[in-house]
């Protein structure tokens, strides 16, 4: 039984702490917190071990009811594999304290690639960080291109892609942080680093991204272009690929599903936790073929697309079990590839349009 | 067993259903749909019986997997009692329905008053709806001001209230109604209808409302001014009487809940069904009384604060419990009044405040 500790309970920290939960073969043995707000009351709920980021705050905590288990620097004692799911920049100040421990460690995509000897994708390169004591997860944005690029690169070859990432401009949770009533260019300089992280999964990928940010909260929108080595005749074929993969939903005309507030309001219903969306979400009658150009555009839940990739990768880093048994499981325990949210033939196959 | 057909299926519609299944009480015995949208097959799978609003889009339900049980008149003829969860102005018109098969009905607010004998909100007036043929549950807007009324119009007197409702554009999945970049007078006459509708529930409270729509999703935001008959010395004692409501939430200022973004990303984490938040949402430091002035804001869950008050309506037109009973088995089957959201005493009682 792998014992993970979560250094960091926000965003991504809570959900992996849950996905980790949900695995038969491993344990939240705690996870660190910096603040004593409601989220850090969650994780008393939940039961998880509190530890403090900041030790002089132990008595904040204490009086919402919070007795902290002991220091992070404890929690990384006491676990055999961290998950850094701290911010941004962080993550890296954090990796001596990892090694101080000798315990092994995953980043989040926030980082540069140079936090961690390698950079990880379940899909792509799993065994890349197999008995590795670093991996970076990458970003939301990185994790759904990659997904998309590698059905398409084994089966076509690509010889070019690009895609614009129209982002969400905060988390839903992070109204403060605009913009707003804008389209703004983010990085303004092309290629934005989105292309350049895909590289650190597909190295020989020739691909360029264009960034902007949007006054959305819900979900990131890739419009994508990929120019084909060898395209097929028909875009049906490409589109039963896509299909067959596990991390990739296709949304059907009929459903009704215009944006990213029907697809938050799907998933809600479907009974998601917390409305998490873990798959691409493409919107299937974008996909085109235009000679050798392919085109989709593709929704991305910035909130949770990565966590079962790091699920994935503590299995990567101990080593335990091979890249399609991991990611079966976790899809397994997760429910990915499961029920009506890309499951249901009559959500994923071709079907009569509703007028 | 009280059988309850439902007839809408869109943002009211699926959140009374779940929440009759909840209770022990009564049974979902069919929901009647228009749209053979994602929606729909939510309802599939949830089991419900699926009924045609419009009979001739049969064939177009089963071509996404879904056989009718029948219509929507063979749903009212098999029904104890109807909820009409259809949109403003169509339940009216099901009105002649109903009535034409001898079946009670509930209609919601956004129905005129004259839909019905009596407008009801479960903890002022349920005994007025017991036993009567038809009702009108009053909308959010008006559900979120009649609860923080009831507490303050018993205790203290109120001399005049008013009310400016910041109202969201839309719900989550309505992102093409707008409007964008703008908070819109609307309606732009004052008082807005809004007070009227409070007195439906309150005759004879004098209270005048404004109404504005800002470019949001999640919750309406209320500000509220009460002018109080007999001020108490402090406003403490008035806090205390919200907290002994069951339908509203204090939240405190530590919890670091600023907006409706970490109101609903809290209610996610607490596992609600679909983040739903049926209770209003005051603002605890927003409590203020200059003199014989008392002030707050709340927010109010457009999509699910008149779900229990459905539930309790049901249960006051069948006239087979009182109020505080109808109240309390709602409270409890859906979990309001209990959990991290309301009920924890480090998050509504008075704590130490984070820096």
Chains 1, 2 share one sequence.
């Not at 996870?31 to 403090?52: L, M, Q, T």
């Not at 001596?96 to 092994?104: G, K, W």
């Not at 290629?191 to 959305?216: A, E, R």
């Not at 299995?315 to 009506?340: C, F, K, M, V, Y």
């Amino acid at each position: 039984m792998l014992r993970v500790g979560v250094n960091g309970y926000g965003t991504i920290g809570k959900r992996v702490a849950d996905a980790i939960r949900a695995q038969p073969d491993m344990v939240v043995c705690g996870v660190a917190k910096r603040s004593p707000d409601y989220v850090a009351v969650g994780a008393a709920e939940e039961s998880y071990p509190v530890y403090a980021v900041d030790g002089e705050r132990t008595e904040e905590f204490r009086s919402i009811g919070i007795d902290l288990a002991g220091t992070v620097d404890e929690l990384v004692d006491e676990s055999d594999v961290m998950v850094d799911a701290t911010p941004s920049g962080v993550g890296a100040d954090n990796r001596s304290l990892y090694e101080r421990h000798d315990t092994p460690a995953l980043f989040q995509g926030g980082e540069d690639a140079t936090v961690a000897e390698v950079s990880f994708n379940a899909r792509v390169n799993y065994e890349e960080a197999t008995g590795a004591d670093y991996a970076r997860v990458v970003s939301c944005n990185t994790t759904g291109l990659s997904r998309f690029v590698a059905p398409i690169e084994e089966n076509y070859g690509i010889e070019k892609a690009r895609a614009t990432l129209i982002r969400r401009g905060g988390d839903p949770d992070q109204t403060g942080r605009g913009p707003i009533n804008d389209a703004v260019p983010d990085p303004v300089s092309i290629p934005s680093h989105h292309g350049p992280d895909v590289q650190t999964i597909f190295p020989d990928l020739d691909i360029d991204t264009i960034g902007l940010k949007v006054p959305t909260t819900m979900m990131h929108v890739h419009a994508v272009n990929v120019t084909l080595e060898e395209a097929p005749d028909d875009v049906s074929e490409i589109r039963d690929r896509l299909r067959a993969e596990d991390r990739l939903v296709l949304i059907p005309e009929y459903a009704g599903i215009d944006g990213a507030g029907t697809l938050k309001d799907f998933a809600l219903d479907a009974g998601r936790p917390r409305g998490d969306i873990w798959e691409n979400c493409i919107w299937e009658e974008s996909l085109t073929l235009e000679g050798s150009d392919l085109y989709c555009m593709q929704a991305i839940h910035q909130e949770s697309d990565v966590v079962p990739e790091n699920v994935d990768a503590l299995r990567a880093l101990s080593g335990h079990l091979s890249g399609p048994e991991s990611r079966s499981l976790t899809n397994e325990t997760l429910g990915i590839g499961l029920g009506r949210l890309d499951g249901r033939e009559d959500l994923t196959l071709d079907r009569q349009t509703a007028d």
